[in-house]
């Protein structure tokens, strides 16, 4: 029972550089979420999906984009990496219904330099 | 704009102590308050959820306090132990198809020995 895989779980990227993270879930869930923590921030949502093939933007989209081909993959691309995206990012997904909480993955550490 | 306000930002209680942490809220159309705990180095994972209809919750040790006329909920841990020193989101949840979640910016507890 994986739950939600994240990779890689570290990774430093020079600015300018690109790179895409991968969220797994072997749950059949149908929602997914890229949320970002930052210290003192919190969590932020980034874009999310409701379903395969949909995706939409989040609070801090910018710099971001995402694609949903296959129901259980979520793909976070960087296109050009700033260090004002060094964060650690982590991914979600839950079930339809009304009493599911998130399925957090455990994160993937970025430090762009 | 911060639509669901935590505090403290730290707090430091001694074992069996009863850390108490608060949160807000504007947005009426929330309608499940979720509390996330969170270790070191690992994803949040779902702690404790309550839905607007019900003025107290107990798993355990942990109590989530509702009070929907003032918009504030909180986390409430009983006798508590250096094992439940972690960081506490409290969050929620607005009504549609897209069930995202709003955090707020956390609180990082620390119970001594």
């Known amino acids: 029972n994986a739950g939600v895989t994240q990779t890689p779980k570290f990774r430093v990227l020079k600015t300018g550089q690109s790179m895409t993270l991968l969220c797994a879930q072997d749950m059949n869930h149908e929602y997914m979420y890229w949320y970002r923590q930052d210290p003192g921030m919190g969590l932020r949502l980034i874009h999310y999906s409701v379903g395969e093939g949909t995706t939409a933007k989040g609070e801090v989209p910018d710099g971001y984009n995402v694609s949903r081909l296959k129901k259980q993959n979520f793909l976070l691309g960087l296109e050009s990496a700033a260090p004002s995206q060094t964060s650690v990012y982590f991914c979600?997904?839950?079930?339809?219904?009304?009493?599911?909480?998130?399925?957090f993955g455990s994160g993937t550490r970025l430090t762009v330099v | 704009q911060q639509q669901v306000k935590q505090s403290p930002q730290s707090l430091i209680v001694q074992k069996g102590g009863i850390p108490i942490i608060n949160c807000a809220y504007e947005n009426t159309a929330f309608d499940y308050f979720p509390w996330y705990q969170q270790f070191p180095g690992k994803g949040p994972a779902l702690l404790i959820a309550?839905?607007?209809?019900?003025s107290e919750k107990k798993e355990g040790r942990f109590t989530i306090s509702f009070n929907k006329s003032a918009k504030q909920f909180s986390l409430h841990i009983m006798d508590s132990q250096p094992g439940d020193s972690a960081t506490y989101f409290c969050?929620?949840?607005?009504?549609?198809?897209?069930?995202?979640?709003?955090f707020g910016k956390g609180t990082k507890l620390t119970v001594n020995p």
């Open positions: 969050a929620a949840r607005s009504q549609g198809g897209s069930e995202k979640l709003v």
């Open positions: 309550i839905r607007p209809d019900v």
């Open positions: 979600a997904s839950r079930g339809q219904g009304t009493n599911y909480g998130y399925t």
